[in-house]
Nanobody, 115 residues
Framework: QVQLVESGGGLVQPGGSLRLSCSAS????????MGWYRQAPGKQRELVADISSRGNRNYADSVKGRFTISRDNAKNTVSLQMNSLEPDDTAVYYC?????????WGQGTRVTVSS
């Protein structure tokens, strides 16, 4: 049974930082592309960042220079370090695992950026 469990969300002031983590089980973690998506109220889910099995990173333009994705294949975890957070970053953040047509999702963790 595949499980992707996110943690690290919460309330933060504009300009602050948060680190999201996703722990995976039930998959051969090292061969999956791992990613973070987000969905803001009234908007479609969008890719924030992903990292391939080879460590190649891809970021949405809106987060480049502020967010960093990393993975630890020994621990089956993927993390998203989010700095200089803005109110527009407010959303539910979802962990994603993808291999070809197969995709798995976590339940999401809420991030609220507000003063």
């Amino acid at each position: 049974q595949v499980q992707l469990v996110e943690s690290g969300g919460g309330l933060v002031q504009p300009g602050g930082s948060l680190r999201l983590s996703c722990s995976a089980s039930g998959i051969i973690f090292s061969i999956f592309t791992m990613g973070w998506y987000r969905q803001a109220p009234g908007k479609q889910r969008e890719l924030v960042a992903d990292i391939s099995s080879r460590g190649n990173r891809n970021y949405a333009d809106s987060v480049k220079g502020r967010f960093t994705i990393s993975r630890d294949n020994a621990k089956n975890t993927v993390s998203l370090q989010m700095n200089s957070l803005e109110p527009d970053d407010t959303a539910v953040y979802y962990c994603n695992a993808q291999l070809g047509p197969r995709t798995e999702w976590g339940q999401g963790t809420r991030v609220t950026v507000s003063s």
